[in-house]
């Protein structure tokens, strides 16, 4: 036993060894409140990561499903607006909580499910992350082969030493893995210093891709027949594409809903992550699918089709033996894509999984350490094979949608309706019962029928999306799913805790911490006692000061 012990003492994380085993159960150093030293992200920080978020293959090619719906360019490009310009909102009216308390998701998590009914919100938000980490990376590998291409064009013909059942080759392999190998040291960088990263897209990628559209234009003598193109569609038929197309945009931005309080947390005012959050989603997502439209509008004249990936259109580019001036565009084009999916992937896996990862195991994990676990995982699970069938994949990505969005539903109406700003830092690190967030054994069973309510409304929907016949109407509650699951959560919620009230209810809306916590501190022992009275009826023993 002494070995085993000292075996699991190396791989704990630090921490204060007067804890208890509850206490190491529900917090370590990353997962208290974030130290006013570290709150350093500024509002072009939070500019500077949607850039870096949006800036990426997906973003680029949003539209091309919409128009093969045979929506026109325009139609499509308002459904951009429409989607992204909606989400944003509901991604602020997450933050909220992180901005104002510096506590990240699973935290912030616990005060509507519970300390210990958040685990499985956050092991889906992890689960997640993990998944897209292993997909964007896959993405980034076709980047890579891109600008080695460029360099040595030898590679596009790497002879193959894989079986057929890896469902890859030796050539995309190696890509893949180079793509992924670059990436980890930047995982090594606590959150707090990472922003810098994200400052070299939002120079990088704009001249990368007006110089890709100017080529394009210039190669193809005009902008291309899409720019042209009219609708085929109208009327309802119309109409119902573009809210399919403008929830497919939604959809993508879900998951950052969920978590958005990760990033808010560093923020140095709470006004950082409001305005910069709510008007760069938008505006970074319409300039990003707006080159995408031209582009490609410009591949078609060149090409006789529209190639819709950039990647596809640059390794064009390289056919028929190109002249050096055009391989260093390639290069330069297709390094700056890589350098942006590689953005792409901290800010909304990586951290993320780390993040969920340490609420997970606090014990053993730091958000550090959930990085690179996320990268091992995505690494693992042969992403590729996903992307081979994308239809399926989407399927699965909308049925996710579904359960993040009344997750956000619930953990919003907490916030804003229930408690109204009210908040008890320290007992978001106390087990004990008559805290406020022990609500019955760790787990508040108003949440959770709730967020089962905000998915069952959407059950037969998904069940008419996996091939099955089902009513129109359900098909149709189904396409708005974000809307119909955040909001169904959302009233239950509401409507459970006007009939059976939570300690810590409140009649005016004020963003405060009863339990007068300021972060000082790593130890949970060096904690001041709080008065029962500013409980407002919570425990009697609160958790230690952080």
Partial sequence: MGLLNRIVQSIEVTHDSNLTITEQLVANYDLLPVEPEKRTWRAYNYIAFWTADTFNINMWMIVSSMIQLGMSWWQAWICTWLGYGVIAPFLVLNARPGAIFHVMFPIVNRTSFGMFGSLWCVFNRAAMACIWYGVQASIGGSCVLVMLRAMWPSIYDLPNSMPASSGTDTRDFLCFFLFWLISLPVIWFPVHKVRHFFLVTPILMPIASITFLIWCIVKAHGIGPIMHQPSTLHGSELGWAMVVSSMSCISNKVTLVTNAPDFASRARTSSAALYPQLFAIPLSAAFVSLIGILVSSSSQAIYGTAIWSPIDLLGNFLNDNPSKATRFGVWFISASFMLSQMGTNICANSVSAGCDLTALFPRFINIRRG????????????????????????????????????????????????????????????????????????????????????????????????????????????????????????????????????????????????????????????????????????????????
Avoid: Q
């Fill in 371 to 546: 990085g690179y676990i996320a990268a091992t995982v995505g690494l693992a699970m042969c992403p590729w094979n996903l992307l081979k069938n994308s239809n399926e994949f989407t399927s699965y990505l909308s049925a996710y949608s579904v359960f993040l969005s009344s997750i956000a539903g619930v953990m919003v109406t907490e916030y804003y309706i229930v408690r109204k700003g009210h908040y008890n830092v320290k007992d978001l690190y106390n087990t004990e019962r008559g805290s406020w967030y022990w609500y019955t054994y760790g787990i508040n069973f108003r949440a959770y029928t709730a967020y089962i309510s905000g998915i069952l409304i959407n059950a037969v929907g998904f069940a008419g999306a996996t091939g099955r016949a089902v009513p129109l109407a359900a098909t149709r509650i189904y396409e708005l799913s974000f809307f119909t699951g955040f909001a169904v959560s959302a009233i239950v919620y509401w409507a459970l805790n006007r009939v059976f009230p939570v300690i810590g209810a409140a009649d005016t809306f004020e963003e405060i911490d009863v339990s007068g916590y300021e972060c000082t501190a790593r130890s949970l022992r060096d904690v001041e006692e709080v008065d029962d009275e500013t409980k407002d009826g919570g425990s009697d023993h609160s958790a230690s000061k952080r």
